[in-house]
């Protein structure tokens, strides 16, 4: 993290890529390193997500990927339907239906919604 000072005397932080800019104070009290730290945390918690958006985050994230296995099963239930399914065709079936599966049960793991281990969909079918 690097620090600057505008002609106003605010003082601004900024990551060496410049993908983060925000300002810290204007007072200079706070250059020492603990006045940063602190500082820099109180940025960091404001632009936290709150509870509720990191769960509609998620489950945001669970309902595409629930789209898209959706997607690749149809046609292979479709086969399974008609008993027209190859043994391949089967196999895969399962595995996007495990998938599945494990793409709904997202919220029961234990760091949901912080962390969630995201099941890897299959590259079958």
């Known amino acids: 993290m690097k620090y600057y000072k505008d002609k106003g005397g605010n003082i601004y932080a900024f990551e060496a890529d410049g993908s983060q800019d925000a300002f810290i104070s204007s007072d200079l009290a706070l250059l020492d390193a603990e006045g940063l730290a602190k500082a820099r945390k109180a940025q960091e918690d404001a632009n936290a997500p709150t509870p509720e958006q990191l769960i509609a985050s998620v489950n945001a994230q669970r309902d595409s990927l629930l789209a898209a296995a959706a997607l690749r099963i149809a046609p292979l239930q ?19 239906m495990r998938y599945s ?4 049960r997202v919220e029961q793991q234990p760091e949901y919604p ?8 299959p590259w079958g079918a």
């Open 78 to 96: 479709y086969a399974a339907d008609l008993g027209m399914s190859t043994d391949l065709e089967k196999a895969n079936l399962l595995d996007w």
């Open 101 to 104: 599966v494990s793409l709904n």
């Open 114 to 121: 912080k962390t969630v281990d995201w099941p890897i969909a």
